[in-house]
């Protein structure tokens, strides 16, 4: 195939909003095979999708690679102001009801200890709320760093230790690349399963997953059901609750799990499985060099089981609930007596007081609720889907050239071995010449480093 017929079939790709593949023959061949059980045909369903462009840019992850020139404080995308707008309105209708009720009936005036004793509690618990979640979020970040360290670790293993039996014979050979092809694909599987099992969603008919485990048996993969399987789109005023923050419009996360009449399984872990069978195959075949790459590979295989166990702990262990509704409740009490002891001093600055104390305190909690579950769909969630975008970027750079030969990169007219002398100029030397100059060369750097700093002394003085 020409390379003409190469870019035309990936800018056609890429006009569609499809991932391209490479068409290796006149066929059009993708790189992975569909399964030759076919998936049965259903409708489309955005939430089901994982690409965030289809997304709604109001309750998708912030793009942290977006530039906004906007001060901080104006910015509304990722702030909790939208969900502040019910419940400061309903604060504002409060002070107003009692400030109007102190000024034209009867003072309703109550002392301002109160105010401090609670503002002493309701800070404290505040604080134990935000410190809480914002461990969780660290935690659900430092575990998907560990697994995008982890997978390039395996796919480095993979590709450059593993052999391909390419002198043995042309076919053998040829099974062992896409073999190892297909281990790194697992690896990008693992890590966009858990992406969904971490946000509920418990197919392997997604959008970005279903390629890369269709030639799987999972359990996930056999329970899809069109009927049962597939969520209903939002209304447009459900979508407006849920960016409101109003709690009786929020669904239930977990819904798709409940509706499954079949076992779903648990994907990562089967993907593990697979992963760990592969690995089996080639220490068998003595593909692998020696102990030491088959333990590092082992060692990984390891990593990415505790990635999986880290995440779903951070998952499936939220604050308890008493804390959370003790803390909610002790704020609402602090927030609604309020407008009672700021109304001897502020009289009618009362109302905007209030709603500029109730924003402070209500908003801080927001956060807490928000950044507890770092892996949702929430503008301050974790943005998963450019991990999984990025890590499957990082694996096809590793599969894009062939593993690497030392004689091909280090024995080269334009390695500079020591800067000036090239390797093929060096190495007509003698051992002994080449160790000589190393030396000359530590010598120099020292002298033009003490020479750069005492010009620099003398700068500074004549200044």
Same mark, same amino acid.
């Given at each position: 195939?020409?390379?003409?017929?190469?870019?035309?079939?990936?800018?056609?790709?890429?006009?569609?909003?499809?991932?391209?593949?490479?068409?290796?023959?006149?066929?059009?061949?993708?790189?992975?095979?569909?399964?030759?059980?076919?998936?049965?045909?259903?409708?489309?369903?955005?939430?089901?999708?994982?690409?965030?462009?289809?997304?709604?840019?109001?309750?998708?992850?912030?793009?942290?690679?977006?530039?906004?020139?906007?001060?901080?404080?104006?910015?509304?995308?990722?702030?909790?102001?939208?969900?502040?707008?019910?419940?400061?309105?309903?604060?504002?209708?409060?002070?107003?009801?009692?400030?109007?009720?102190?000024?034209?009936?009867?003072?309703?005036?109550?002392?301002?200890?109160?105010?401090?004793?609670?503002?002493?509690?309701?800070?404290?618990?505040?604080?134990?709320?935000?410190?809480?979640?914002?461990?969780?979020?660290?935690?659900?970040?430092?575990?998907?760093?560990?697994?995008?360290?982890?997978?390039?670790?395996?796919?480095?293993?993979?590709?450059?230790?593993?052999?391909?039996?390419?002198? /043995?014979?042309?076919?053998?050979?040829?099974?062992? !690349?896409? +073999?190892?092809?297909?281990? #790194? @694909?697992?690896? =990008?599987?693992? %890590?966009?399963?858990?992406?969904?099992?971490?946000?509920?969603?418990?197919?392997?008919?997604?959008?970005?997953?279903?390629?890369?485990?269709?030639?799987?048996?999972?359990?996930?993969?056999?329970?899809?059901?069109?009927?049962?399987?597939?969520?209903?789109?939002?209304?447009?005023?459900?979508?407006?609750?849920?960016?409101?923050?109003?709690?009786?419009?929020?669904?239930?996360?977990?819904?798709?799990?409940?509706?499954?009449?079949?076992?779903?399984?648990?994907?990562?872990?089967?993907?593990?499985?697979?992963?760990?069978?592969?690995?089996?195959?080639?220490?068998?075949?003595?593909?692998?060099?020696?102990?030491?790459?088959?333990?590092?590979?082992? /060692?990984?295989?390891?990593?990415?089981?505790?990635? !999986?166990? +880290?995440?779903?702990?951070? #998952? @499936?262990?939220? =604050?308890?609930? %008493?804390?959370?509704?003790?803390?909610?409740?002790?704020?609402?009490?602090?927030?609604?007596?309020?407008?009672?002891?700021?109304?001897?001093?502020?009289?009618?600055?009362?109302?905007?007081?209030?709603?500029?104390?109730?924003?402070?305190?209500?908003?801080?909690?927001?956060?807490?609720?928000?950044?507890?579950?770092?892996?949702?769909?929430?503008?301050?969630?974790?943005?998963?889907?450019?991990?999984?975008?990025?890590?499957?970027?990082?694996?096809?750079?590793?599969?894009?050239?062939?593993?690497?030969?030392?004689?091909?990169?280090?024995?080269?007219?334009?390695?500079?071995?020591?800067?000036?002398?090239?390797?093929?100029?060096?190495?007509?030397?003698?051992?002994?010449?080449?160790?000589?100059?190393?030396?000359?060369?530590?010598?120099?750097?020292?002298?033009?480093?003490?020479?750069?700093?005492?010009?620099?002394?003398?700068?500074?003085?004549?200044?």
């Amino acid at each position: 195939m020409s390379d003409t017929t190469t870019t035309t079939s990936l800018q056609e790709q890429d006009a569609r909003g499809k991932p391209p593949y490479v068409n290796f023959n006149s066929q059009a061949t993708s790189l992975r095979q569909p399964s030759p059980m076919p998936a049965p045909e259903r409708p489309q369903n955005p939430r089901h999708k994982s690409s965030i462009r289809t997304q709604d840019s109001f309750t998708k992850p912030r793009d942290i690679e977006k530039h906004s020139k906007l001060p901080y404080f104006l910015r509304l995308h990722g702030s909790i102001t939208p969900r502040m707008l019910v419940p400061l309105g309903f604060i504002g209708l409060w002070a107003t009801l009692i400030t109007c009720i102190s000024e034209f009936v009867y003072e309703l005036v109550v002392s301002e200890i109160l105010l401090t004793v609670l503002g002493f509690v309701v800070g404290l618990g505040i604080s134990f709320r935000t410190s809480s979640a914002y461990e969780r979020y660290v935690d659900g970040r430092k575990f998907w760093a560990q697994l995008s360290q982890t997978s390039r670790d395996l796919a480095r293993h993979i590709w450059i230790h593993v052999d391909e039996r390419h002198e /043995a014979d042309a076919q053998l050979g040829k099974a062992d !690349l896409l +073999g190892k092809v297909t281990a #790194l @694909n697992l690896i =990008l599987a693992f %890590a966009v399963a858990l992406k969904h099992r971490l946000r509920f969603e418990p197919y392997a008919q997604y959008e970005d997953l279903e390629q890369l485990v269709a030639h799987l048996s999972t359990f996930a993969g056999g329970a899809f059901d069109p009927e049962t399987s597939e969520l209903k789109p939002k209304t447009k005023w459900k979508r407006g609750g849920e960016y409101l923050g109003l709690t009786f419009a929020e669904s239930n996360p977990r819904k798709a799990i409940k509706r499954s009449k079949k076992n779903l399984g648990h994907l990562p872990l089967e993907i593990l499985t697979y992963l760990s069978s592969y690995v089996n195959a080639i220490v068998k075949s003595q593909q692998l060099p020696g102990g030491v790459q088959e333990a590092m590979v082992m /060692a990984n295989l390891a990593s990415l089981n505790e990635v !999986l166990a +880290g995440t779903e702990r951070v #998952l @499936n262990t939220p =604050l308890p609930i %008493a804390y959370s509704i003790a803390i909610s409740q002790i704020t609402w009490v602090y927030v609604i007596m309020l407008p009672f002891q700021l109304w001897h001093a502020l009289r009618w600055i009362t109302i905007p007081g209030t709603i500029v104390g109730a924003y402070i305190i209500l908003g801080i909690a927001a956060i807490g609720r928000e950044i507890e579950n770092p892996f949702g769909r929430d503008e301050n969630d974790l943005p998963l889907d450019k991990f999984c975008e990025g890590l499957e970027d990082e694996l096809n750079v590793i599969k894009a050239k062939a593993p690497p030969r030392v004689e091909e990169w280090v024995v080269s007219e334009r390695n500079e071995v020591v800067f000036g002398s090239s390797y093929m100029m060096l190495k007509e030397r003698s051992t002994e010449d080449i160790r000589a100059g190393l030396r000359a060369r530590t010598n120099v750097r020292a002298g033009t480093r003490r020479e750069h700093g005492s010009r620099a002394d003398g700068e500074k003085e004549e200044v």
